[in-house]
């Protein structure tokens, strides 16, 4: 991620910074820059004979085929295979293979790594968010950085083999990209590659004999961290092509198509008579795969990974709607992201000072734990995130029986969040002078349309669940776990009435139905 540069915007001085993801450097393949004959494929003017591009959901595999007349009369079939592994974390693999059918041709191939992020993108497209306030603005699509986001450190190329490296500007971290090549062919052919900051090219010349075909297979590794030097990432994508080339790249088939086995085995949806339905259930799972699977400490981006809308923050999304399914098939993945959450903390604290409350408050949208909101009305107010953090926390521990992340890291969220609650809502008295309900106002709930209201229903239902769910915890701790309570006790600095209070406030909680 990238920190967009200090303060976005005020309204009232809740947003506190603009937290966007960069895009980094991006592999765009061979599949955009193939000719024959001298004669490019484009697919605006091009006589495609035959089109399918296919994800076999079995083995993981994005497929296209291609069969191309070009004006000289030269019948060219293309087929393209794809897939980002999930196995083998920091790598994809591209290949791609041409055959001329009908007469010999010369073929050129250009395979490129590109920093789509800075660099020109002659393959990219889409129109960029417009800037904030500017008519048209809309924040489901990711935002235009003037600024340069990354910047060079080492790159070369050796051989079939080039690398890339970066620091993002705000943020330091580090990305590496390196690529190599394998060519399968019995047509003569030729390689040249060129490395600049911003991209690494490799062009094949082949002279193709009718019906011989040529398939060069690009291997990238994709290396990142929060600290570690860009030389030393290279030096990882380096071994990491060397073991992946001593394994053969057949191997790595295999094992995403194993992966996927699995994956469907604990996580199919099987609905019968209506394959519409089906595959489209089936692609929404695969979504969660691809979002979660890899994920590694780090959030579920709104848009999962299947684009940059959003500038690639966590909402609400990841605890309502992601976690119930992956808690009761791949739990591993749920706690994951419940202990990013938990990472975030130290922020929230933070906010909720900064809001004069107590406890903590998770942002409404963040990739690196701070608010990036940047309209309060439809952001920081909407502070049911921390009951929809909890109301995660309470599924994935009754499910699982995880105890000991609920002890040791799952009770400071419970805890924090609760005690939020306690001071953001307010007791209203009877006539007796008695406390009689619960009021939370200046909220706003998942209607983003009805912004900053008092006693909205599903913000009061879950603010309830939360202080419930907070006193619940600790008192179990107490009584099942008391070496683990008194850590807890003496890390969150709790009172012993405290529990007692949040109970109050739920039992009077004032649910407007």
């Known amino acids: 991620s990238s920190d967009g540069g200090g303060e976005s915007g005020d309204e009232g001085g809740q947003v506190v910074d603009d937290d966007v993801g960069a895009r980094g450097a991006e592999d765009i393949g061979a599949d955009a820059a193939v000719d024959t004959d001298d004669e490019p494929l484009s697919f605006d003017v091009a006589d495609v004979r035959e089109y399918e591009r296919s994800l076999d959901f079995r083995t993981g595999v994005l497929s296209r085929h ?13 087929d393209y295979e794809r897939f980002v592994s999930f196995e083998e974390k920091h790598l994809a693999v591209m290949r791609l293979t041409v055959t001329v059918l009908n007469s010999d041709a010369p073929v050129t191939i250009n395979c490129q790594l590109i920093n789509r992020q800075d660099g020109e993108d002659v393959y990219g497209g889409g129109v960029p968010a417009t800037a904030k306030g500017k008519a048209g603005f809309d924040p489901r699509k990711a935002e235009k950085i003037e600024e340069r986001v990354l910047q060079p450190q080492e790159f070369w190329q050796d051989g079939l083999r080039s690398a890339l490296s970066y620091r993002v500007t705000e943020s330091g971290m580090t990305i590496a990209l390196v690529g190599d090549h394998i060519v399968e062919t019995e047509n003569d052919y030729s390689a040249r590659t060129l490395v600049e900051a911003d991209i690494a090219k490799n062009v094949f010349r082949v002279q193709a004999r009718a019906g011989v075909p040529v398939t060069v297979t690009k291997l990238v590794s994709y290396h990142t961290s929060r600290g570690v ?50 595959q489209a259930t089936r692609w929404c799972l695969w979504q969660l795969a691809q979002a979660a699977a890899r994920a590694d400490g780090q959030g579920v981006p709104a848009k999962g990974v299947s684009g940059s809308g959003y500038s690639g923050h966590y909402f609400w999304d990841t605890e309502i709607y992601v976690l119930p399914f992956l808690i009761y098939t791949t739990p591993l993945w749920a706690r994951n992201a419940l202990r990013m959450r938990y990472l975030m903390l130290p922020s929230a604290r933070k906010r909720a000072g900064q809001l004069n409350e107590a406890g903590a408050l998770f942002p409404w949208r963040t990739i690196s734990g701070e608010e990036a909101s940047a309209y309060y009305a439809a952001g920081t107010a909407q502070y049911h995130i921390n009951a929809d953090v909890s109301f995660a926390l309470g599924k994935y521990v009754r499910a699982t029986g995880d105890d000991e992340f609920m002890y040791r890291e799952g009770v400071d969220i419970a805890v924090e969040t609760a005690r939020l609650w306690a001071t953001l809502g307010f007791w209203r008295y009877n006539e007796s002078g008695e406390p009689d309900a619960f009021h939370i106002h200046g909220v706003t709930g998942p209607d983003e349309y009805t912004t900053v209201v008092n006693d909205n229903l599903f913000t009061n239902v879950m603010a309830r669940f939360n202080l419930r769910f907070a006193a619940r915890v600790v008192r179990q701790m107490a009584e099942e776990a008391p070496a683990e309570y008194t850590l807890m006790v003496d890390r969150l600095g709790l009172d012993p009435s405290e529990p007692d209070t949040w109970d109050l406030a739920a039992d009077a909680m004032h649910i407007p139905y």
């Not at 291609?66 to 293309?78: A, C, L």
């Open 66 to 78: 291609v069969r191309w007349m070009t004006p000289s009369g030269k019948d060219v079939v293309i």
């Open 229 to 278: 030097p860009a030389r030393e990432l290279v030096d990882r994508g380096r071994r990491t092509l060397d073991r992946v080339e001593r394994e053969g790249v057949a191997a790595q088939f295999e094992r995403q198509a194993a992966w996927c086995e699995a994956f469907w085995e604990r996580s199919d949806v099987v609905i019968e008579g209506r394959d519409e339905l089906q």
